[in-house]
């Protein structure tokens, strides 16, 4: 480690860091984990001025084993179900006390979506000054990989597995960007952890705007989707280019703006790189209903959200088929 | 100066002297008078403060938590059900060591379904870690709510202040309500040396693995047993500051002679009191007002039994399948005293159901007749009981 007990204070050196990041290595994610990716993505964009409140999750659990942190943001953890009630008081306390410092909750898909869905319900419409995040992993990944209101239809989960009775989840996925648009905020945005600079652009932009703002960002997890850590970018990019995963932006509840997909790619190429979809691929017929339907939900998406874009242009820096790699840190 | 006031009213004027910078609450009976009048005097703009009208108890705790977190003065009140399901926050609350004030508006806990006064609820919260003092009077509601705030931040640990429903919040009468002065020069401003700050980032609530998690929670046990210090200081100092005696941790009433006590919490100690001058033919009895239950004051309560061949634990709660909860600690305090009395436990006042002055000679009869009662409920009417099954 290089030694900075120079005459530099610490806080100094923070602010005189070119790429200030809140989120530190060392933590304890696994290999591939696309929320720790994720959430670094978004401290790196907030910046430093920024008090963040974070559920119960996998994220809080592999950031804080006592006594040691990898938060250098002011970060409170509470309860599952609370965080973004959490940060409407930390707002009103910084409210009242004439401070401009921004606020940030953040949880998975089983705060955000199921067990804390009220108090971000009770946030969005109280139009408080805090952008609420969540990294969507598709399942309770911190208690072992079991079903919430956003594991994707057919998806196996320890508590929705496939077998001689069932295809997995018999339930849609929860649209819950939908329903936080419902609320009429100004922003509501999907992205995902294959788009870095999606995800850095929607988090300034979010926290430029005065009021509520919802930001959902899609996170591969390798143990509970069953695919390589090394292919979590890979499959989160496919979840984006089959359609399954619109990334859209939505203002006052209309749609505003979208990523285009310029080659559609079939579900298949996503699916079959997971082993939570495994069962789709026997050869049953059940197993190639299920194919089809997730197919029609994809094409729906596509549909309704008009994502397909015109032919592959090289010259595309949007697309969900351009990747921007290295470099532009700030782009 | 003097006001003639509701319980609540008061209470609402008292927590606006404590400057709070931010309210959060979700109405419930019979908290709602109180939250209506603070939401009145920022309306009026006689107090300035972020209100945060939440769809839920859950986030009414939450949003305070958040905001003593983020380095502001902050309150909430609830009752009943309200209490019981911010219940995890509270906890969350009081491990984080968030100094926060609460006002308990206590009533009865469904099933069935009561609106009226019990303590039921706040006994259910009793080891979540709070401090937690019961008020006789609606002037101990208003004075202990400004102590409240001092022990709360001395302390870092938060206080709920119990008041019971309608008997205390709803009744209108003359309460000395003390003058802002009074209550800035007792109560400096909020300064939250632990609080979330961008420029000296900190991590709280973070996970704990059992190499630390037992030292964790003594360190908290240790702090509420502590804190009785604060709590008697505390009152001290205001006793000072508005010239009206304070109990700090238990009122003791009665003469020294004596030889039959009776300890209670809340606003029975009233009743006590006012019944002890009508029958003046029952035994010489000395009142006992428990007004911290946590921190348990156990040494206070012993030394107060001094001389008593008889106490009576009087309370509004009950444990179903055990019994009282106040009597069978106070049992257990007692245990460990040298020629301690003889401890009669009951429960009255269950969901509303009124505590006659008669109360008094009843509690003497009952005594006289049994050889220690380990537990009953005074005012059962046993027509009433469905045939036992």
Redesign the interface.
């Known amino acids: 480690m290089e030694d900075t007990t120079d005459n530099t204070s610490h ?1 100094e050196l923070r602010h005189a860091q070119q790429r200030f990041s809140g989120l530190e290595a060392g933590h304890r994610a696994c290999q591939g984990c696309g929320e720790a990716l994720a959430a670094r993505l978004v401290t790196e964009a907030a910046g ?4 963040y ?2 559920a119960t999750g996998c994220l ?2 592999f950031t ?4 040691e ?1 990898s ?9 599952f ?2 965080a973004p ?13 004439g401070k401009s ?1 921004r606020v940030i909750s953040m949880g998975g898909d089983g705060s955000t979506f199921d067990i804390g869905f ?2 971000l ?2 946030m969005l ?2 139009g408080h000054n805090v952008l609420h995040v969540c990294f969507d992993n598709e399942a309770y990944m911190n208690t072992g990989i079991q079903r919430s209101s956003s594991t994707p239809h057919a998806a196996s989960t320890t508590t929705s597995p496939s077998g001689k009775m069932r295809m997995g989840k018999r339930h849609l996925k929860k649209d819950i960007v939908s329903i936080v648009a419902a609320h009429h905020i100004p922003y509501a945005a999907t992205s995902s952890v294959a788009y870095p600079s999606d995800i850095r652009k929607k988090v300034r932009r979010a926290l430029a705007i005065d009021g509520p703002t919802f930001l959902h960002i899609h996170t591969p997890c390798p143990l509970g989707w069953g695919h390589d850590g090394a292919l979590s970018i890979e499959v989160a990019r496919l979840a984006v280019q089959t359609g399954l995963f619109p990334v859209i932006e939505l203002e006052r509840g209309r749609l505003a703006g979208s990523m285009p997909i310029r080659t559609v790619r079939p579900v298949t190429d996503y699916l079959k790189l997971q082993g939570r979809f495994r069962h789709l691929f026997a050869d049953e017929a059940r197993a190639r209903e299920e194919l089809e339907h997730l197919q029609a939900l994809a094409d729906h998406n596509i549909e309704v959200y008009d994502l397909r874009g015109m032919q592959p242009d090289s010259r595309d820096s949007e697309g969900a088929d351009t990747v921007r790699r290295g470099g532009l840190r700030w782009a | 100066m003097q006001y003639a006031l509701e319980g609540s009213q008061a209470l609402a004027r008292t927590v606006a002297l404590c400057r709070p910078q931010v309210i959060a609450a979700y109405p419930i009976t019979p908290q709602t008078h109180i939250v209506e009048n603070l939401s009145k005097l920022i309306a009026d703009g006689a107090l300035e403060c972020e209100l945060v009208s939440v769809e839920s108890e859950f986030s009414a705790a939450s949003v305070v938590l958040g905001a003593v977190a983020a380095g502001a003065r902050a309150y909430t009140a609830s009752s009943s059900q309200g209490i019981l399901l911010m219940s995890e926050v509270l906890y969350n609350i009081a491990g984080l060591r968030l100094p926060l004030v609460m006002t308990c508006a206590n009533r009865a806990v469904s099933a069935p379904l009561s609106i009226w006064n019990d303590q039921q609820d706040s006994m259910a919260v009793r080891d979540a870690g709070w401090i937690q003092l019961y008020c006789a009077t609606n002037q101990e509601a208003v004075d202990t709510t400004i102590q409240a705030y001092q022990i709360a931040e001395q302390t870092e640990l938060p206080v709920m202040v119990c008041v019971d429903g309608f008997t205390l919040t709803h009744t209108l009468e003359v309460l000395d309500i003390p003058d802002q002065e009074q209550v800035d020069r007792f109560l400096p401003p909020f300064n939250f040396e632990r609080g979330l700050d961008p420029s000296n980032p900190i991590s709280i609530g973070t996970l704990v693995s059992p190499d630390y998690f037992t030292e964790a929670r003594y360190d908290h046990h240790r702090a509420l047993n502590n804190a009785q210090q604060a709590i008697v200081a505390t009152a001290a100092a205001w006793g000072t500051v508005c010239g009206r005696h304070q109990d700090a941790l238990l009122g003791v009433d009665g003469p020294q002679e004596a030889r039959f006590g009776i300890l209670t919490l809340g606003s029975i100690a009233g009743t006590l009191l006012d019944a002890r001058e009508q029958y003046q033919g029952s035994p010489a009895t000395r009142l006992l007002t428990l007004r911290a239950f946590r921190p348990f004051p156990a040494d206070a309560i012993r030394e107060a039994c001094g001389g008593l061949t008889d106490l009576v634990v009087l309370e509004r709660a009950l444990s179903p399948g055990s019994g009282g909860i106040v009597g069978n600690e106070v049992r257990a305090a007692l245990s460990e005293m040298h020629d301690a009395p003889r401890v009669h436990n009951f429960t009255v006042g269950l969901g509303g159901r009124d505590v006659p002055l008669d109360i008094y000679p009843r509690i003497h009869e009952a005594v006289r007749a049994g050889s220690g009662i380990p537990f009953d409920i005074l005012d059962l009417e046993p027509h009433k009981l469905p045939a036992a099954g």
Do not use: F, Y
């Not at chain 1, 804080?64 to 006594?67: D, H, I, M, R, S």
């Open positions: 806080r430093p001025d920024v008090i409140a974070n809080e659990v804080t084993a006592w006594p942190s938060w250098r943001v002011p970060w409170l953890h509470s309860l179900e609370n009630a959490v940060a409407a008081g930390m707002e009103a306390a910084l409210k009242s006390r410092t009220q108090s319900s009770g419409e109280r």
